[in-house]
């Protein structure tokens, strides 16, 4: 029987790998996490989208850009996840209460609307904007949306 010699050692990295961007990017913007429950999800959106700008592209800090449940109405229809709501005098990120405890994953989702935010569209080249449905939820055919079961 013949027993392999060891690999070698691998010598230690003389510089140490960058960590992992944890700073604010200088042009920063607000959020205001307007129901608490929402917090670990916005906060684990705004991660997915660090790396893309090598640094946190958002602050919740309480001003700003409002994330919160929205009402079910025409807009935020029939179980659709979420909802980039704007209007002249606003924008608002709308989660749907009747979908929150039927998903398991909604960080990119709050990513996906944090994009609409930044002008992104579906299907252009930025993170999340083609967005696979998360568990507990389905593409639904006739036009794409993402609903919860
Ligand atoms: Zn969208």
């Given amino acids: 029987m013949i027993t392999p010699a060891p690999p070698?050692?691998?010598?230690?990295?003389?510089?140490?790998?960058?960590?992992a961007p944890s700073g604010f990017c200088l042009d920063a913007l607000?959020?205001?996490?307007?129901?608490?429950?929402?917090?670990?999800?916005?906060?684990?959106?705004?991660?997915?989208?660090?790396?893309y700008f090598g640094?946190?592209?958002f602050?919740?800090?309480?001003?700003?850009?409002?994330?919160?449940?929205?009402?079910?109405?025409?807009?935020?229809?029939?179980?659709?996840?979420?909802?980039?709501h704007s209007t002249p005098a606003s924008y608002e990120i709308w989660?749907?209460?009747d979908c929150w405890g039927?998903?398991?994953?909604?960080?990119?989702?709050?990513a996906h609307e944090l994009g609409h935010y930044l002008g992104w569209q579906h299907g252009d080249d930025h993170p999340y904007?083609?967005?696979?449905?998360?568990?507990?939820?389905?593409?639904q055919p006739s036009d794409f949306a993402i609903v919860c079961y």
């Fill in 59 to 84: 602050r919740i800090d309480g001003t700003g850009l409002p994330v919160k449940f929205g009402p079910v109405t025409p807009l935020l229809n029939a179980r659709v996840l979420g909802y980039a």
């Fill in 95 to 97: 989660i749907n209460p």
């Fill in 129 to 139: 904007m083609w967005l696979a449905a998360p568990p507990g939820s389905y593409a």
């Fill in 8 to 19: 070698p050692p691998k010598p230690l990295p003389a510089v140490q790998p960058p960590t």
């Fill in 102 to 110: 039927v998903v398991g994953e909604w960080s990119s989702v709050v």
């Fill in 55 to 57: 640094c946190q592209k």
């Fill in 30 to 51: 607000s959020i205001h996490v307007v129901d608490a429950e929402l917090m670990g999800a916005v906060q684990a959106g705004v991660d997915l989208l660090t790396p």
